[in-house]
């Protein structure tokens, strides 16, 4: 079986540009990025974005809809238009997944058609929007969820979701039990890991108390396999040098091919028979 291609976040290089994203990747060993479309000017801009993947041979296996608190004004007001942009832009990636989050619970209108324009947006395109699972966000000792109608897509069911370990540790999720309720839905992964604690980490895989190897070895042997797209989604915002922050994804990188290997299975031998005793000669 197959093992899945494995991505870079062009988050995971923030505060550095996307066009760091590209470079990294080339010079590491990822198979594409994953393009989180939000305020870096070259991330909007679809030309930009190919000069990048034809210069560093990278591809752009998917497109992260500006979707975050921050990007609300990205490619305009209207989220819905924000989805039909991003699932054009995977079409002219050749992309086949966009990923993005369920809606603010302020976003009524958008949030009472979201359902809908996730199944239908990408049906002419061929691209798969995979909704992503959410987590509470917590104040002091106040936990709200900040999403509608809440921030496990699985309770309102879509055709293709995005599995995130980091906010299964931030939501205090059981990250198993998730990628049981998305089944073959789940097309993507953000393979990144979190301590348990509330708040959103995107640690490097291993690092945290997320099954990071038991999800990526499941995977390995279902339809994931040849299907899905792994994303390592971590944060390096840290870094003090480049040398560093290359180190830290290098590592994140060696994790996901360790673990995203299928087992073998063991080969069954027949021992051998002793031979038959041989008649005693008769004199």
Known sequence: ????????????????????????????GYDGVELMVWTDPVSQ????????????????????????????????????????????????FGSRTVVLHPPF?????????FADEVARAGERAGVRLAVENMFPVSRGRIRTVPYAPGFDPTVVGHSFYTLDLSH????????????????DGLVHLHLTDGSGGPRDEHLIPGRGTQPCAEVCERLA?????????????????????????SAMLAEALVYARLHLV?????????????????PAPQG
């Open 1 to 28: 079986m197959t093992s899945p291609p494995v991505a870079l976040s062009t988050a995971s290089v923030y505060p550095e540009p996307a066009a760091a994203a590209f470079e990294l990747a080339a010079e590491l």
């Open 45 to 92: 801009d679809a030309r930009a974005v190919e000069r990048l993947a034809e210069r560093y041979g990278v591809p752009v296996l998917a497109v992260h809809a500006p979707c975050l608190a921050v990007t609300q004004r990205v490619w305009g007001s209207d989220p819905v238009t924000r989805i039909r942009r991003s699932v054009a832009a995977a079409e002219r």
């Open 105 to 113: 619970r302020w976003q009524r209108r958008y949030a009472a058609v």
């Open 168 to 183: 299964t540790a931030a939501a205090g999720s059981d990250a198993l039990a998730m990628l049981d309720r998305m089944g």
């Open 221 to 245: 042997t279902r339809r994931f396999a040849s299907e899905g797209v792994v994303v390592l989604e971590v944060s390096t915002r840290r870094c003090r040098t480049r040398d560093e922050r």
């Open 262 to 278: 299928a087992p073998v299975p063991p080969v069954l031998t027949v021992p051998e028979q002793a031979p038959l005793p041989q």
